[in-house]
């Protein structure tokens, strides 16, 4: 049990970091929260690409004598890109965040909300 837990820590770092996203999003209110939460989330998956692509002992594809382990670049480009989609998707939550706040003076999803009912 304890060989399993040491040679895949990193699929357990990344279940940690992924349920502590979720936790994130589901338990606050707060929208600036969540977005951290799902900004935590996002990087688990990336770790857990990332960490799937990495072959032990497994070197760059290129091709050279005396290396015979090659890792996997596939995902490590996959997740490159997807890093600059998350930094573009949490700059436009946060663009409309402010947006929220300018509009209701609060962040606070239940607080929108009455305030949305008050206005109907």
Not at 70 to 96: E, R
């Amino acid at each position: 049990m304890i060989e399993l837990i040491e040679n895949q820590y990193n699929y357990w770092i990344c279940m940690l970091l992924m349920m502590a996203g979720l936790y994130i999003v589901i338990d606050h209110t707060n929208l600036l929260k969540k977005l951290i939460g799902l900004n935590i989330f996002q990087t688990s998956v990336f770790i857990l690409f990332i960490s799937m692509g990495k072959l032990d002992g497994g070197t760059a594809p290129i091709l050279e004598e005396g290396y015979r382990a090659f890792s996997n670049p596939l995902p490590h480009v996959l997740i490159l890109t997807a890093i600059v989609v998350s930094v573009a998707t949490t700059a436009v939550g946060l663009a409309l965040v402010v947006s929220i706040n300018k509009r209701y003076q609060s962040i606070d999803e239940q607080e929108i909300e009455k305030i949305e009912l008050e206005e109907e």
